[in-house]
């Protein structure tokens, strides 16, 4: 049963454009929520974090827009090139959770074309 | 430093063999993960370590087992492997929140 879903599962942007992933949560005790961007043939890394005492970071291009009511939060990338091209995923932490273990998305496979 | 690394890179397996794959860690990190993705599924919590010598099950733990008799490493076995068990699989460690994940296993089951 996944508790964070992702969307879209694809997304294709031209050169320059904004690329934007959302990701929506049930549970209200996720206290960390990072967005990790995997290459092909690697593994994936950490791009960005939010926590829920604040509804926007931005780091760059990269921001990420929290929506706590709503229980949503997006990644959103400004000017995006074709080195964005990649896999992103979101995820989640709860308060309580022992190994500080995540929660992941499904996955949203970004293309942008030059 | 190495960071997380991952042995082998990549197997062939048929149904019923066993295999074990091994993580190692450089960074002294007390947390260390196990997952498996496959495509539009995300990645899949399997078994997790809080320290040397514990472990603990995560999302999708039947048919695997782990251990971790020491703090830099961590092995994922697989005792009878089945088709369903084909996938990647990507070990990670933690210090506190962020996850460091390694270059990951591609297996095939056949």
């Known amino acids: 049963q996944q508790q964070v879903k992702q969307s879209p599962q694809s997304l294709i942007v031209q050169k320059g454009g904004i690329s934007i992933i959302n990701c929506a949560y049930e549970?209200?005790?996720?206290?960390?929520f990072p967005w990790y961007q995997q290459f092909p043939g690697k593994g994936p890394a950490l791009l960005i974090a939010i926590r829920p005492d604040v509804s926007e970071k931005k780091e760059g291009r990269f921001t990420i827009s929290f929506n706590k009511s709503a229980k949503q939060f997006s990644l959103h990338i400004m000017d995006s090139q074709p080195g964005d091209s990649a896999t992103y995923f979101c995820?989640?932490?709860?308060?309580?959770?022992?190994?500080?273990?995540?929660?992941f998305g499904e996955g949203t496979q970004l293309t942008v074309n030059p | 430093n190495a960071g997380v690394t991952q042995t082998p890179k990549f197997r062939v397996l048929k149904t019923g063999q066993s295999m074990t794959l091994l993580c190692a860690q450089d960074m002294n990190h007390e947390y260390m993960y196990w997952y498996r993705q496959d495509p539009g599924m995300g990645l899949r919590l399997i078994h997790y370590s809080v320290g040397e010598g514990t472990t603990a099950k995560g999302e999708v733990p039947d048919g695997y087992n782990v251990s971790r008799l020491k703090k830099q490493n961590f092995l994922l076995g697989l005792e009878s492997a089945a088709p369903s068990q084909t996938s990647v699989y990507f070990c990670?460690?933690?210090?506190?929140?962020?996850?460091?994940f390694g270059p990951g296993t591609r297996l095939l089951v056949l």
């Open positions: 549970n209200t005790a996720f206290d960390y």
């Open positions: 990670a460690s933690s210090l506190r929140t962020e996850q460091y």
């Open positions: 995820a989640a932490k709860g308060q309580e959770t022992s190994g500080s273990r995540l929660t």
